[in-house]
């Protein structure tokens, strides 16, 4: 009797595990914590599960820290993600490593990826192969306080539209004390923020030169052009005095504050923006120089799938990709996140286009660059550095444009290895 | 049944011809090895490692490879590094004596207070039991510019000309440095108290009897007895600026050790090379230099200031 029951459970469990085998492949999806990402991939995995019954999806989450090395210590353990979201820019890391591998050419032609997405998606590009596509994209803009604005007696509905704009607008905007000390700055500098985006991808152009050639493994701005771009940024401290680097600790603080007319950040600060009550600000384009060019930074986090997928996870984590980059997942994670779709179709609809806070972001788009970091955070530094070495150093800018070329040289080639 | 009594047989038969003095090195040493084994595992074996990491080319994703002494050349030959370890002396020559004699002259002082003395004690030792991360940002913001930083706007209140502090590169090691020394004041005024504490009345009193000016007494009786105390704080407070990082790091998170470098300790820049630029056996010869460095110095003040 007790035998009897025993074969049954055993058969029992067996006949449970053998079609819960059968039926559901689980595969692991892995990305930082952000509430609303979060939320928006769980919409996204509930939709994709209704309509793939036979693919379950794990989302597994974790602080943004660290977040490189945790990934590459569990794919390089065996474990880890089939499915992994990434910075565009740590792209040559994760295939040096071999955690990601190429998007097979018959799931992802390459003639569609450039047909639909953004140009930026060239990032993710290596030879003929892309390692992952992006569900949403950022790029940046000019914030603008329109209470400051009306205050200095400017029309708050038509922030500048060109550099020298821009300098003249933070001319009447800038509010000094009696000693001259800056108490509320017409335009905020914070290379550590989006500043150095701003002076690699957009000044240099528009001051025409080019930041680097040859995929960018070679520094071009030690040059007229970057010598003028540098030049421009520091004199907006020293020359035209309408703001200062570390005013309020971070422009962005000082935007919020209400003591910045105006800053450049990304869309990821709407939410952050989004919640100030004291004033009203607008979104306008980057501005465009003299003669009309204009140009952007634009970034993005991929999703990837990694080597660790192989057989039926690798044609579910397939599946799965395909519907984390299609229309109808950027639609609602532009409604839960706020970030712009990467495909054409879905983000330049007439309506976006005429949003008054995503539109300028996404024209930007059109002509945006995307820079191919080898190491983001000390190529930062070295533009954090320039700037310094002129507003703090009272170094010439020239002999400071030539050292922070030598320095991100050093830095790129030694990436190379 | 049977085996169990056979084999208590046997091994009662080994521990009874064992002395009452094996018998107790032997319990010692199986309780001492708990922590032993765990401080093999944990602390020396990663130390090892580093050593070993620190000739290869590791970085985290692709394999090391044995590279000789090309990190430790490297290291020479960047100025950064020679920077560094120019700020990591300057933390540690500016801080240890100041801190010491600040932390002393309070301690001396307290010592002879009765009036609320637990209280004045408590509240010296508050700032030691402060997270470093929340005091280097109150900190940051005491010295930020007109019209929200404190400092600035007392300054500018007296017609004083306002300081860049942080964003300076003279300014910015001792406006670093005043936290971390305020903060480790507190310890160092207990373990001073303990130690004047510690050294008997009556020699004072002999002192007083024989006529001998306070001063006198300070410069015969008190420092030479306090000299066990502060050969520990010289030490420990020592070591302490060496490593020092997390004032640093979080009095300028944008820019960690800046503005120009001009306060990254070493510290930070293997945190840097290990963890933002995952240059792993670059960050491990660092580290071999630091500890180098540590023992170096520590040896040296212990044969300084041994009792002759």
């Known amino acids: 009797m007790r035998f009897g029951h025993m074969l049954a459970s055993v058969a029992l469990g067996f006949a449970t595990l053998a079609s819960t085998g059968a039926k559901a492949v689980e595969i692991e999806y892995w990305q930082y914590v952000f509430d609303t990402r979060v939320k928006a991939m769980n919409q996204l995995i509930t939709k994709f599960q209704e309509a793939n019954p036979d693919i379950k999806v794990k989302q597994t989450t974790f602080p943004y820290a660290d977040y490189q090395t945790k990934v590459a210590a569990a794919i390089l353990a065996g474990q880890g993600p089939d499915v992994v979201q990434l910075f565009y820019g740590w792209t040559d890391n994760f295939i040096a490593g071999k955690m990601i591998r190429p998007l097979r050419a018959e799931a992802f032609p390459a003639a569609e990826i450039e047909r639909d997405f953004f140009p930026i998606v060239s990032a993710m590009k290596r030879g003929n192969d892309y390692y992952g596509l992006p569900t949403a994209v950022r790029s940046l803009a000019l914030f603008y306080n329109k209470k400051a604005f009306k205050d200095a007696g400017l029309d ?87 703001g200062q680097a570390g005013f309020m600790d971070e422009g962005q603080a000082a935007f919020r504050a209400g003591l910045a007319a105006m800053t450049i950040d990304g869309t990821f600060r709407l939410g952050s923006f989004g919640t100030i009550k004291a004033f009203e600000w607008g979104v306008t384009e980057l501005p465009a120089n003299a003669q009309g060019v204009r140009s952007n930074y634009a970034s993005y986090f991929a999703n990837a799938v990694t080597t660790k997928a192989e057989g039926e996870k690798l044609a579910a984590a397939e599946k799965f990709l395909k519907y984390v980059t299609s229309p109808e997942a950027m639609k609602v994670w532009m409604e839960v996140v706020g970030e712009l779709p990467a495909r054409r179709e879905v983000a330049l609809t007439p309506e976006n286009v005429a949003h008054p806070v995503y539109g300028p972001f996404l024209k930007g788009l059109e002509y945006a660059h995307t820079t191919l970091f080898k190491d983001e955070a000390a190529q930062r530094q070295v533009a954090i550095d320039m700037a310094n070495r002129v507003l703090i150093g009272g170094e010439d800018p020239k002999a400071s444009l030539e050292k922070a070329a030598e320095a991100e040289q050093a830095i790129i080639d030694r990436a190379k290895r | 049944m049977s085996t169990v009594s056979h084999r208590e047989v046997a091994s009662g ?135 929200i930083g404190v400092i600035n706007d007392v300054l500018s209140s007296f017609g004083i000309p306002q300081q860049p502090f942080l964003r300076s590169t003279s300014q910015a090691l001792p406006a670093v440095l005043a936290p971390a020394v305020w903060a480790g004041l507190g310890f160092q005024i207990i373990i001073f108290l303990a130690g004047l504490r510690a050294i008997p009345v009556t020699y004072y009193e002999a002192a007083r009897i024989d006529g001998l000016p306070e001063g006198a007494i300070l ?46 300790p070493l510290v930070l820049m293997i945190y840097q090379t290990a963890f933002s630029s995952y240059e792993m056996g670059y960050a491990a010869a660092q580290t071999v230099v630091l500890f180098v460095i540590l023992l170096v110095i520590s040896l040296v003040q212990l044969r300084l200031m041994r009792d002759r």
């Open chain 2, 219 to 264: 410069r015969k009786i008190t420092l030479p007895l306090l000299k066990p105390t502060l050969v520990f704080l010289v030490v420990f407070s020592s070591i302490g600026f060496l490593r020092i990082f997390d004032q640093v790091y979080n009095i300028n998170t944008n820019d960690p050790g800046g503005p120009l470098n001009s306060t990254k």
């Open chain 1, 156 to 242: 708050p509905n038509s922030p500048p539209r060109t550099i020298d704009e821009l300098v003249a607008a933070a001319e009447k905007t800038v509010k000094r004390d009696g000693s001259g000390n800056i108490v509320s700055a017409g335009m905020t500098l914070d290379m550590g923020g989006q500043d150095h985006q701003w002076w690699r991808e957009v000044l240099i152009r528009q001051f025409g030169g080019v930041p680097y050639t040859e995929n960018d493994t070679k520094v071009a701005y030690n040059d007229e052009a970057g010598l003028k771009a540098l030049t421009f940024y520091t004199d907006l401290q020293k020359k035209h005095k309408v």
């Open chain 2, 13 to 147: 038969g080994l521990w009874s011809r064992m002395s009452l003095g094996q018998k107790q090195v032997i319990w010692a040493w199986s309780f001492l090895a708990v922590p032993l084994v765990f401080y093999v595992v944990i602390r020396f074996w990663p130390t090892f490692q580093a050593f070993y990491l620190s000739v290869t080319d590791w970085t985290i994703t692709k394999p090391a490879a044995f590279v000789g002494l090309e990190n430790y050349g490297r290291l020479l030959g960047d100025p950064l590094f020679w920077q560094v370890f120019r700020n990591t002396f300057l933390y540690l020559i500016l801080g240890t004596p100041i801190s010491l004699l600040i932390s002393f002259v309070v301690a001396y002082y307290l010592d002879r207070v009765r009036f609320m003395h637990s209280f004045i004690r408590a509240l010296y030792f508050l700032p030691f039991l402060t997270t470093a991360a929340a005091m280097a940002w109150v900190w940051r913001w005491f010295y930020q510019p007109v019209p």
